[in-house]
């Protein structure tokens, strides 16, 4: 959009709104289309070339047959170039059709080679700054031709100069992840240094202690790195809190089982006499357990 031509209406500017979105989005599609067909054509051309040198060593026969389109398309998948050689052709290519376009808006626009230069750079990146516009002056020599060769020269480069931009973003995208790999191998080292000193004592989530075996029946608790995670002030489970305990869960449920049922267990004389008896329900039950407790000692 240099500006030269406008809508004036409201008619015609509700018309460019939606046919904007239509006209630009099938634009961008054959752009994307042409990028795909260059790749295909280079990688055809450089199959072609290494059949060509394998047949002069004699190892291909001359009278090979290619096979249909869907296997030759197969064939040039593994062909597909570069994307710093496809970024060189189409450098080439735009530089080439913008020298060439330039030599024709010189002599019949009336401008310098610099500025026939700017303006093909302007108008085939679709900046459009609006400065300098092609096909402006009243008369021109062969007006229907120059038109023409407009026309063509501003497709082509476009074409051009958007698949570039294309591949630019993709050289650009690489370079980034290069640089942030550099980046993260050079202080990995010093990061899992510091991560391992300030997480090797966290309890992290899943992990397995199979060292630890807790039996329902005899209540009783192996040996295991319960002891060593809790002397370092961190947080444990309320099931390692009951294994540190050697408080079982399912006896526990017994005991209140039993309690509630009317079955208590029976206290020894020594719980008795040290005031640890009576009580209902959990109460009970620890009561029950701080006299065995006091028992043993």
């Known amino acids: 959009g240099f ?16 046919y904007g979105l239509i006209g630009c989005a099938g634009t961008i599609l054959f752009f994307n289309l042409f990028l795909e067909r260059l790749i295909t054509v280079i990688a055809y051309v450089m199959k072609s070339c290494h059949e060509r040198q394998l047949r002069r060593k004699g190892v291909l026969p001359h009278n090979g047959r290619r096979g ?7 064939s040039l998948a593994g062909w597909k170039p570069s994307v710093y050689y496809v970024m060189l052709i189409l450098c080439v290519v735009s530089l080439i059709i913008s020298c060439c376009a330039s030599a024709m808006y010189t002599p019949i626009e009336g401008w ?8 093909c750079f302007v108008a085939f990146s679709t900046i459009g700054f609006g400065d300098l516009v092609s096909s402006q002056n009243i008369k021109y020599e062969s007006q229907g031709f120059y038109r023409f060769g407009n026309f063509v020269f501003i497709l082509m480069g476009v074409c051009c100069i958007y698949s570039l931009f294309n591949v630019i973003s993709i050289v650009i995208k690489q370079s980034i992840n290069w640089i ?11 990061c899992q240094r510091k991560l391992f000193r300030s997480r090797r004592n966290v309890v992290m989530p899943g992990n397995v202690r199979s060292r630890r075996n807790i039996s329902i029946e005899t209540d009783v ?4 790195d319960t002891d060593g995670r809790r002397l370092s002030g961190e ?3 309320m099931k390692d809190f009951l294994a540190s305990n050697k408080v079982s869960l399912a006896i526990m449920q017994k005991q209140l089982s039993e309690t509630a ?6 206290m020894s004389s020594n ?3 040290n005031g640890f008896s009576g009580g209902v329900g959990a109460l009970a039950i620890m009561n029950n357990r701080l006299a065995e407790t006091s028992v043993d000692r």
Do not use: W
Not at 3 to 18: D, E, N, Q, S, Y
Not at 68 to 74: A, H, K, L, Q, Y
Not at 261 to 266: A, D, T
């Open 180 to 190: 942030l790999k550099k980046l993260d191998c050079r202080c990995c080292h010093r």
């Open 261 to 266: 049922n009317g079955y208590p267990r029976q």
């Open 271 to 273: 719980s008795k006499q």
């Open 68 to 74: 249909s389109g869907t296997s030759e398309v197969d």
């Open 112 to 119: 310098s080679y610099f500025d026939s230069l700017y303006f």
């Open 221 to 224: 608790v192996n040996e295991s």
């Open 3 to 18: 500006g030269m031509t406008t809508p004036a209406t409201v008619g015609g500017k509700i018309f460019l709104i939606f």
């Open 235 to 237: 947080m444990i489970s």
